[in-house]
């Protein structure tokens, strides 16, 4: 499995930004795919994740981060809107197939990680 993770960059407060995960190299209904970040200094937090038949979000994030795929194009998406300064970190996406989708030591495989930075 595959994992791309994309759309990262420089934002000012209230600002938007959407992440793009592709994911390739087995079938991709059969996975969850989850969303995390890690800011310098702390751990790798659970923002999200979906699977075919529907999603979650974080309460820390929810109202203001969304998660969506489109099974036709093997991609999820996080729509990030509000932005704020601490926001700010390395953004990854990941695929499991089975297990917490809470827990990062439970997805078997990881994107590269994509940095988005919130100015204030």
């Known amino acids: 499995v595959q994992l791309q993770a994309s759309g990262g960059g420089l934002v000012e407060t209230g600002g938007s930004l959407m992440l793009s995960c592709r994911f390739s190299g087995r079938t991709f209904t059969n996975y969850e795919i989850g969303w995390f970040r890690q800011a310098p200094g702390k751990e790798r937090e659970f923002l999200g994740s979906i699977r075919w038949s529907g999603g979650r979000t974080a309460d820390s994030v929810k109202g203001r981060f969304t998660i969506s795929r489109d099974n036709t194009k093997n991609t999820v998406y996080l729509q990030m809107n509000s932005l704020k300064p601490e926001d700010t970190a390395v953004y990854y996406c990941?695929?499991?197939?089975?297990?917490?989708?809470?827990?990062?030591?439970?997805?078997?495989?990881w994107g590269q990680g994509t940095q988005v930075t919130v100015s204030s």
């Open positions: 990941a695929a499991q197939y089975r297990g917490s989708v809470y827990r990062s030591q439970e997805y078997d495989f």
